[in-house]
T-cell receptor, first 111, second 114 residues
Framework: KQEVTQIPAALSVPEGENLVLNCSFT??????LQWFRQDPGKGLTSLLL?????REQTSGRLNASLDKSSGRSTLYIAASQPGDSATYLC??????????FGTGTRLKVLA | NAGVTQTPKFQVLKTGQSMTLQCAQD?????MSWYRQDPGMGLRLIHY???????DQGEVPNGYNVSRSTTEDFPLRLLSAAPSQTSVYFC?????????????FGEGSRLTVL
């Protein structure tokens, strides 16, 4: 059974810092891994999708990597801004139509 | 671009009442799903559908029913609401899991059961 873990649960950083969010999964047989952002009281917004044949994806200041052999994905945020403050979630798609989510990392970027 | 639309956004029910949460998508997605999000427990899959007429159970299906009569709509029915069903419910859709697989979410429906 796939399990997804995100550590730390919360993180505070000063503005401008580069940071890495971690996502671990137990079953390496995944099709895709997706990163989301959730603002308080809102739905989830897709940030990046990494397919199993890919090792990373980039969008603006965001870069997500996938290492299936070690069961890890990381989301790198460059030059963080207060507007990046949100909860970041990852989800693994093992091809069983059941996306499994981590519990998220709550990020606060201090001005 | 409407994307995934959920109604209502907020609902208060009394124990034992029934209701339907509506979900519609205009992206011609085959896959649709319902999650509930509770503090400290993340998102848990309730039911999902891979096409019209096809539904299956997720991790926490008890107390909920679904049907998929059209590609666009995937309503979630609470048969007899219980306080344990107080949660935020999200509908999500995807073109084709296992291929492109990108999951799109609605804004959520916040349900309180008294």
């Amino acid at each position: 059974k796939q399990e997804v873990t995100q550590i730390p649960a919360a993180l505070s950083v000063p503005e401008g810092e580069n940071l890495v969010l971690n996502c671990s999964f137990t079953d390496s047989a995944i099709y895709n891994l997706q990163w989301f952002r959730q603002d308080p009281g809102k739905g989830l917004t897709s940030l990046l999708l990494i397919q199993s044949s890919q090792r990373e994806q980039t969008s603006g200041r965001l870069n997500a990597s996938l290492d299936k052999s070690s069961g890890r994905s990381t989301l790198y945020i460059a030059a963080s801004q207060p507007g990046d403050s949100a909860t970041y979630l990852c989800a693994a798609d093992s091809g069983t139509y059941k996306y499994i989510f981590g519990t998220g990392t709550r990020l606060k970027v201090l001005a | 671009n409407a994307g995934v639309t959920q109604t209502p956004k907020f609902q208060v029910l009394k124990t034992g009442q029934s209701m339907t949460l509506q979900c519609a998508q205009d992206m011609n997605h085959e896959y649709m799903s319902w999650y509930r999000q509770d503090p400290g427990m993340g998102l848990r899959l309730i039911h999902y559908s891979v096409g019209a007429g096809i539904t299956d159970q997720g991790e926490v299906p008890n107390g909920y029913n679904v049907s998929r009569s059209t590609t666009e709509d995937f309503p979630l029915r609470l048969l007899s609401a219980a306080p344990s069903q107080t949660s935020v419910y999200f509908c999500a859709s995807s073109f084709k899991p296992g291929l492109t697989g990108e999951l799109f979410f609605g804004e959520g429906s916040r349900l309180t059961v008294l």
